[in-house]
């Protein structure tokens, strides 16, 4: 996605600055998504700041222009090479990110997505440098982005709800 402070619409510029990013003076939009399977959330292990070497759901960053269903769709396929099939809006989380001394160095508001139907084989590519499926106990052994093992009991029991009311139809 680039630099949202410095980059402006310049694309090349962008991807040029990502790395030296400052702190945007405003949140900054994007999402994450839960991909369920057979019990079990896919984790991404974060290859940047914030959280970098961390385990969280795939996603990412809003580009200017795209919807946020587009932005869960286009970092979904990036950071795993899945194509969701299916995604299912499950609210808004802000995540802030505070130095050592107290300031804050990121604020991200994500549109939080359920993905139970999807095509490909999951591998890591874009940000997240490895990939893992992990249940609820699994992801509680590693470390994890904040409040990440609510929000995986939150996502798979909206799946397994889900599951049940699909089959009771």
Known sequence: MGCPVLGGLDAKRNAALQDNC???????????????????????????????????????????GERLEETARRELAEETALTARHLEFLGFADRIAHGEDGIVTHHHVLARFLCTAFDGEPRAGGDAHELRWVSLAEAATLDTVPHLLELIGGALERARAGRQAFTKR
Not at 48 to 54: R, S
Not at 56 to 61: D, Q, R, T, V
């Open 22 to 64: 400052p702190p945007s003076p405003h949140p900054r939009p994007g999402t994450s998504i839960a991909v369920v399977k057979n019990g079990k959330v896919l984790l991404v292990k974060r290859g940047k700041e914030p959280f970098k070497g961390y385990w969280a759901f795939p996603g990412g960053g809003q580009a200017l």
